[in-house]
């Protein structure tokens, strides 16, 4: 089965010199929920924009749901749903209007708009709040809704732009829960953009690091956490011998440090290397007072990638889809 996204060479350039994204190629199987990460600036917005025709390409090419985006962009937004940072839904509408205008919008049959309306606001847990206006809405209310106008006339791939920027860790956890119903019962295939990497980590199936508009690694969370990141392990020693030399030709071990009896190190997998360290410790006469570790979490791939963390990239700046939004309206 082809991938239900295709990327080849994209290249985007925004008049006179400004490179935007630069050839990014990449692909997104049906059903996957990929994300997309990168700092400010990076291209991430700018991807996707040319992906949901939004914005032309430069050069390069990319089929969505096996159409053509350049050649074919209707084909492509009846296929897609984009759910993008900024709220578009009307205040003064009430939520189940908002719903029958996206359906409406999006050309779904008359006859089919009241019972996709229903479902989906039962799905969000919405249903206590449709004959509401939005402007009562909580942020999170919002958000949910927002993703209902995405899905109401069921689309192939989902397009979220930063799904829970802004939102308590309490409502951030709801939205995670709908989009893993939305993968796992629908199939809807996801591509997401996050500033939260807990987020893309537990929600995504493969991820991409984009920055200066070119993609720089790309593979499931876990199998990056183990290139990029690795476990580290601390160890307390009863003795003064020096074992760091003997710690540097363990496999996999790397980054050796030591402070006085407390030696830290890097490894893929603690558990397969600790079973060697402590038969050479005890071997030497000496013994391990104190052992802790901890596991590699999606921010130290970021901050190995692209030489900072995700957390100093936050906020601040003009918002991303109304910059990238002029300077197209500048080029055309």
């Known amino acids: 089965m082809p991938p239900i996204i295709e990327a080849e060479h994209l290249t985007k350039f925004y008049p006179p010199k400004t490179k935007a994204v630069e050839d990014v190629s990449f692909s997104v199987d049906e059903g996957e929920v990929f994300g997309f990460l ?14 949901t025709t939004l914005a032309s390409i430069t050069s390069g090419k990319a089929k969505v749901a096996g159409f053509d985006v350049a050649h074919d962009p209707s084909a492509v937004r009846r296929s897609i749903g984009v759910v993008p940072q900024e709220l578009t839904a009307d205040d003064e509408l009430k939520g189940n209007e908002n719903l029958v205008l996206a359906a409406k919008l999006h050309h779904v049959p008359r006859s089919e708009v009241p019972g996709r309306v229903k479902d989906l606001l039962k799905l969000f847990d919405l249903e206590e709040a449709a004959n509401r206006r ?10 949910r809704l927002q993703m209902a106008m995405g899905l109401v006339h069921s689309p192939k791939v989902m397009f979220l732009d930063e799904p829970t920027l802004g939102l308590d860790v309490q409502t951030r956890t709801k939205v995670w829960d709908y989009i893993t119903r939305l993968n796992h019962d629908r199939g809807l295939t996801v591509f997401m953009t996050t500033h939260y990497l807990e987020e893309a980590d ?3 199936d493969r991820i991409a690091i984009i920055d200066h508009g070119a993609i720089k690694v790309s593979d499931s969370p876990a199998h990056l956490k183990e290139k990029f990141g690795g ?6 020693m009863s003795g003064d011998t020096d074992l760091s030399e003997f710690l540097r030709t363990v496999p996999d071990v790397s980054d050796v440090t030591r402070e006085g009896r407390v030696y830290k190190m890097k490894l893929p997998r603690t558990e397969r290397a600790l079973p060697v360290i402590i038969e050479g410790v005890t071997s030497r006469g000496l013994a391990i007072t104190e052992i802790s570790f901890s596991r590699p979490k999606l921010d130290d791939v970021f901050l190995e990638v692209t030489g900072r963390s995700m957390r100093e990239d936050e906020g601040g700046g003009q918002d991303s889809w109304v910059q990238n939004l002029n300077l197209e309206r500048q080029a055309s």
């Open 202 to 204: 537990g929600l995504c």
């Open 134 to 143: 939005v402007r009562t809405f909580s942020g999170g209310m919002r958000r």
């Open 38 to 51: 990168g700092p400010n600036g990076a291209g991430k917005t700018t991807t996707i924009k040319m992906l």
């Open 231 to 236: 476990d580290v392990l601390s160890i307390s």
